[in-house]
């Protein structure tokens, strides 16, 4: 049980440590892409956006799986749920930052990323186990 606690927290920090980091990176390289107000209404950027936030979903759902071991899938389904409940109280605070689509796809995409890297992880174990029995 522990072990579970501790993978999600883990996924959940490590999404957490890559989007505020690439988000300060971000703003100094490229402080053009806000606006005064802090509004982005580039469509570019706001793909880049959540293309990052599906990427960095990806790796918090494998490093989940990885170190839950056992029902992969369970614990990236719970980090995704953490997640949206987080995604959804940021939605609340930043409502006016981006156009209402962005949002929505933003949310949307946070279950299914981490659910993939954990299925990335278990295609991964699956292959390590085959190999060191001769079936690769």
Do not use: C
């Not at 989007?19 to 892409?33: E, Q, R, T, V, Y």
């Not at 899938?73 to 953490?82: E, I, M, N």
């Amino acid at each position: 049980m522990l072990r579970s606690i501790l993978a999600v927290i883990a996924g959940s920090l490590a999404w957490t440590v890559m989007w505020l980091g690439s988000n300060a990176a971000l703003l100094k390289l490229f402080p053009g892409w806000y606006g005064e107000s802090g509004r982005v209404e580039s469509l570019p950027v706001l793909l880049f956006i959540i293309f990052r936030s599906v990427v960095f979903s990806v790796l918090a759902g494998y490093l989940t799986a990885l170190i839950a071991r056992r029902r992969e899938l369970q614990h990236t389904f719970a980090l995704g749920l953490w997640q949206l409940a987080l995604g959804l109280i940021a939605t609340a605070q930043f409502y006016d930052a981006a156009p209402l689509w962005y949002h929505l796809f933003f949310l949307v995409l946070l279950i299914p990323a981490n659910v993939l890297g954990g299925q990335l992880r278990m295609v991964q174990k699956s292959k390590v186990v085959r190999g060191s029995i001769g079936l690769a």
